[in-house]
């Protein structure tokens, strides 16, 4: 019998409440993240929640959740989650009709988040948007007037209702408890893994307060470190976990947004994207909380938390780097004088990366509508473009549900001492990458070979023959020394160049024709990652990151990013020229030259180009009346080139392959 137990059964939240361990209590307020740009929340709605809205949140929770705490006592509040609310975004905008009357929309968008306090994690989050409109006089849909606050007062309403109906459907959270089997040089040995819902850098609770952080998690065996208080054989630790056993199971990913419309909160697009992945998805991707810190805060009223020790989140091993621009809007000419096309084009696209910043997996989605519009009539514009949106991040997360797979490569020091080293026949071990070592023990309780890990390594020397690795700081207390036949375990291994070349960035894209492409130079790289498979790194991972964790969301700030040095860096050129438009009637359209290329070049861009490799291809654009806009042409070009190189670029980069460097 299995001495980590996991409640299989999916308990209701009240059941979870009455189960040891577990509470949760509402905080009373609303959150707002911090902004650096232009406000996404509107004055009128922040006047509103003054006004008496404060407590709508925590009341409803209630009518919900009616077993949920009173209060956050001391010697509860480890095991005490608190549910707040966050609002991302309040925004107004108004389409005039042709009958003088405005059509007002108030998009609001709220994220709700179950968080431990004293650890920062997130056992459960969701965002919703809700957008209600109504048709008034225009002075009636001015900042400030009743009528305004009022909507947003029901939209309010709304998004906070269907947040805490959602929750009530889906938080089943399970309990996970494990024993702890041996003692082994100040770490505990737990009798359970991967395989019954134990995950590294998990936090346990025992009855008593007493913390274990798991350091590492085999499939039937886990190591952990204590972390407050103590631990003995045969004492058990638990957590809380919500979801499925095999969504526990899942590696865990941090999405980082890179890019976003303009106006679209962040929260919004990890939302959809998880929600895209779905169930089937081969990773976990895990809940930030931004407002965490102003949570604390708020709490710091009803209990002294300045003798606590918060235990800060570790980040996860890996990152999915998200980039969604503003969708690109132009309408066509169709065979009816009054009627047009609307086109609303959108991308999404993304790489999953280490804390190197290599990138293990590369893909794009697109999405593409077209809208009737009849005399100057059509769907609000807004409104489609998240459409688009999210179906361009369903597309892509079909894609990154089908293709990717995280692989793990071990291997065993063939030599201690000063220098230890292993045999690295696929050159999976960069320059300066860190990497960790583990200690046999043999069998514990009913694991049959138990790893501990002992040390944190980098690598020092390359080579086919002989990799040579630089200790540099214990993972335990007690760590024993190196010794041959001490494991080393990597994981994100992927396919690589046997030539051992390691690849970065060179900087900006080259733009040598007449035409530019807004952002081809994140997008060229991506498409570079997708279609040249060796070591690739992205810059600028420890930036995005550490503007995340600086945030007050619980992460721990002091991260540690070791990028790889490079043999080589990537540099993208691009050469669009446009020709003699064909036109047909009332309508032309645009002609164009591609030719994308990637070059080669030693570290930091400078120097000869070691290789270079282009693709040429011939595209004709949407056709537009003849009497459209330079402007509404350049913008309809744009749409069409992005389809281009999505096809161009990979194969030029794939190209390189047949190159000697």
């Given at each position: 019998?299995?001495?980590?137990?996991?409640?299989?059964?999916?308990?209701?939240?009240?059941?979870?409440?009455?189960?040891?361990?577990?509470?949760?209590?509402?905080?009373?307020?609303?959150?707002?993240?911090?902004?650096?740009?232009?406000?996404?929340?509107?004055?009128?709605?922040?006047?509103?929640?003054?006004?008496?809205?404060?407590?709508?949140?925590?009341?409803?929770?209630?009518?919900?959740?009616?077993?949920?705490?009173?209060?956050?006592?001391?010697?509860?509040?480890?095991?005490?989650?608190?549910?707040?609310?966050?609002?991302?975004?309040?925004?107004?905008?108004?389409?005039?009709?042709?009958?003088?009357?405005?059509?007002?929309?108030?998009?609001?968008?709220?994220?709700?988040?179950?968080?431990?306090?004293?650890?920062?994690?997130?056992?459960y989050a969701a965002t919703r948007t809700t957008i209600k409109m109504v048709n008034v006089m225009p002075e009636n849909a001015k900042a400030g007037g009743d009528k305004t606050k009022s909507l947003f007062a029901d939209t309010f309403h709304g998004v906070v209702d269907d947040l805490i109906g959602d929750a009530k459907e889906r938080f089943k959270p399970q309990t996970v408890s494990a024993k702890v089997e041996k003692e082994w040089k100040?770490?505990?040995?737990?009798?359970?893994?991967?395989?019954?819902?134990?995950?590294?850098?998990?936090?346990?609770?025992?009855?008593?307060?007493?913390?274990?952080?798991?350091?590492?998690?085999?499939?039937?065996?886990?190591?952990?470190?204590?972390?407050?208080?103590?631990?003995?054989?045969?004492?058990?630790?638990?957590?809380?976990?919500?979801?499925?056993?095999?969504?526990?199971?899942?590696?865990?990913?941090?999405?980082?947004?890179?890019?976003?419309?303009?106006?679209?909160?962040?929260?919004?697009?990890?939302?959809?994207?998880?929600?895209?992945?779905?169930?089937?998805?081969?990773?976990?991707?895990?809940?930030?909380?931004?407002?965490?810190?102003?949570?604390?805060?708020?709490?710091?009223?009803?209990?002294?938390?300045?003798?606590?020790?918060?235990?800060?989140?570790?980040?996860?091993?890996?990152?999915?780097?998200?980039?969604?621009?503003?969708?690109?809007?132009?309408?066509r000419a169709t065979k009816v004088d009054y009627m047009t096309g609307r086109i609303t084009d959108a991308l999404a696209y993304a790489e999953v990366v280490d804390r190197s910043g290599r990138v293990l997996y590369a893909a794009q989605g697109r999405d593409h509508i077209e809208d009737e519009v009849v005399n100057g009539q059509a769907l609000n514009l807004e409104a489609r473009q998240e459409i688009a949106i999210k179906n361009a991040l369903?597309?892509?997360?079909?894609?990154?549900?089908?293709?990717?797979?995280?692989?793990?490569?071990?291997?065993?020091?063939?030599?201690?001492?000063?220098?230890?080293?292993?045999?690295?026949?696929?050159?999976?071990?960069?320059?300066?990458?860190?990497?960790?070592?583990?200690?046999?023990?043999?069998?514990?309780?009913?694991?049959?070979?138990?790893?501990?890990?002992?040390?944190?390594?980098?690598?020092?020397?390359?080579?086919?023959?002989?990799?040579?690795?630089?200790?540099?700081?214990?993972?335990?207390?007690?760590?024993?020394?190196?010794?041959?036949?001490?494991?080393?375990?990597?994981?994100?291994?992927?396919?690589?160049?046997?030539?051992?070349?390691?690849?970065?960035?060179?900087?900006?894209?080259?733009?040598?024709?007449?035409?530019?492409?807004?952002?081809?130079?994140?997008?060229?790289?991506?498409?570079?990652?997708?279609?040249?498979?060796?070591?690739?790194?992205?810059?600028?991972?420890?930036?995005?990151?550490?503007?995340?964790?600086?945030?007050?969301?619980?992460?721990?700030?002091?991260?540690?990013?070791?990028?790889?040095?490079?043999?080589?860096?990537?540099?993208?050129?691009?050469?669009?020229?446009?020709?003699?438009?064909?036109?047909?009637?009332?309508?032309?359209?645009?002609?164009?030259?591609?030719?994308?290329?990637?070059?080669?070049?030693?570290?930091?861009?400078?120097?000869?180009?070691?290789?270079?490799?282009?693709?040429?291809?011939?595209?004709?654009?949407?056709?537009?009346?003849?009497?459209?806009?330079?402007?509404?042409?350049?913008?309809?070009?744009?749409?069409?080139?992005?389809?281009?190189?999505?096809?161009?670029?990979?194969?030029?980069?794939?190209?390189?392959?047949?190159?000697?460097?």
């Amino acid at each position: 019998m299995r001495s980590l137990a996991l409640a299989l059964a999916l308990l209701s939240a009240g059941a979870a409440q009455a189960a040891p361990g577990l509470q949760l209590y509402p905080v009373k307020g609303v959150f707002f993240p911090s902004e650096e740009g232009p406000s996404r929340i509107d004055a009128d709605f922040r006047s509103m929640i003054e006004a008496g809205e404060q407590p709508y949140f925590a009341t409803k929770f209630r009518e919900k959740f009616p077993e949920a705490a009173k209060t956050i006592a001391e010697g509860t509040q480890r095991r005490t989650f608190a549910v707040s609310l966050q609002i991302a975004r309040a925004s107004r905008y108004t389409v005039a009709k042709t009958n003088g009357t405005v059509d007002m929309y108030l998009p609001v968008t709220a994220s709700v988040y179950f968080t431990n306090v004293m650890t920062g994690e997130v056992l459960y989050a969701a965002t919703r948007t809700t957008i209600k409109m109504v048709n008034v006089m225009p002075e009636n849909a001015k900042a400030g007037g009743d009528k305004t606050k009022s909507l947003f007062a029901d939209t309010f309403h709304g998004v906070v209702d269907d947040l805490i109906g959602d929750a009530k459907e889906r938080f089943k959270p399970q309990t996970v408890s494990a024993k702890v089997e041996k003692e082994w040089k100040g770490v505990a040995i737990l009798g359970g893994g991967t395989n019954d819902g134990l995950r590294r850098d998990d936090t346990l609770t025992d009855e008593k307060g007493n913390e274990l952080k798991v350091l590492h998690a085999g499939p039937d065996y886990a190591v952990a470190s204590p972390t407050l208080g103590t631990f003995s054989k045969g004492t058990v630790f638990a957590k809380a976990s919500n979801g499925t056993l095999a969504e526990i199971q899942k590696p865990r990913m941090l999405p980082l947004i890179e890019q976003a419309p303009a106006g679209f909160p962040e929260e919004s697009l990890v939302q959809l994207f998880g929600d895209a992945l779905g169930a089937a998805a081969p990773v976990s991707l895990v809940p930030v909380n931004r407002t965490y810190a102003e949570v604390v805060k708020a709490l710091s009223t009803q209990i002294d938390l300045s003798k606590e020790k918060l235990t800060q989140r570790e980040l996860p091993a890996f990152f999915v780097r998200l980039r969604v621009p503003d969708p690109i809007t132009y309408e066509r000419a169709t065979k009816v004088d009054y009627m047009t096309g609307r086109i609303t084009d959108a991308l999404a696209y993304a790489e999953v990366v280490d804390r190197s910043g290599r990138v293990l997996y590369a893909a794009q989605g697109r999405d593409h509508i077209e809208d009737e519009v009849v005399n100057g009539q059509a769907l609000n514009l807004e409104a489609r473009q998240e459409i688009a949106i999210k179906n361009a991040l369903l597309a892509l997360a079909k894609r990154f549900g089908a293709e990717f797979k995280l692989k793990t490569a071990q291997f065993e020091l063939a030599e201690a001492g000063a220098l230890p080293s292993v045999k690295d026949e696929n050159g999976l071990l960069a320059a300066g990458a860190m990497v960790h070592a583990f200690k046999k023990i043999g069998k514990v309780g009913n694991a049959k070979d138990v790893l501990v890990p002992t040390w944190e390594l980098s690598v020092a020397v390359p080579g086919e023959e002989k990799t040579e690795l630089s200790p540099t700081f214990p993972l335990i207390n007690d760590a024993p020394e190196l010794a041959k036949g001490d494991v080393l375990i990597v994981e994100g291994a992927s396919g690589v160049d046997a030539r051992r070349r390691r690849f970065g960035t060179c900087g900006p894209a080259e733009k040598l024709g007449t035409v530019e492409v807004p952002g081809y130079t994140e997008l060229a790289f991506n498409l570079f990652a997708q279609g040249y498979k060796v070591p690739f790194y992205a810059g600028g991972l420890a930036a995005t990151v550490r503007a995340l964790v600086h945030g007050g969301t619980g992460f721990k700030e002091d991260i540690k990013f070791a990028e790889p040095k490079v043999d080589y860096c990537i540099q993208p050129v691009y050469r669009i020229s446009t020709g003699e438009p064909k036109c047909s009637g009332k309508t032309c359209s645009e002609t164009a030259t591609v030719k994308l290329s990637y070059r080669v070049r030693p570290p930091g861009g400078g120097g000869e180009v070691k290789a270079s490799v282009g693709m040429e291809s011939k595209m004709t654009a949407s056709a537009l009346p003849t009497a459209a806009s330079a402007e509404s042409k350049a913008i309809a070009l744009q749409a069409d080139l992005v389809d281009e190189i999505l096809k161009v670029a990979p194969a030029a980069a794939a190209g390189l392959a047949e190159k000697k460097l």
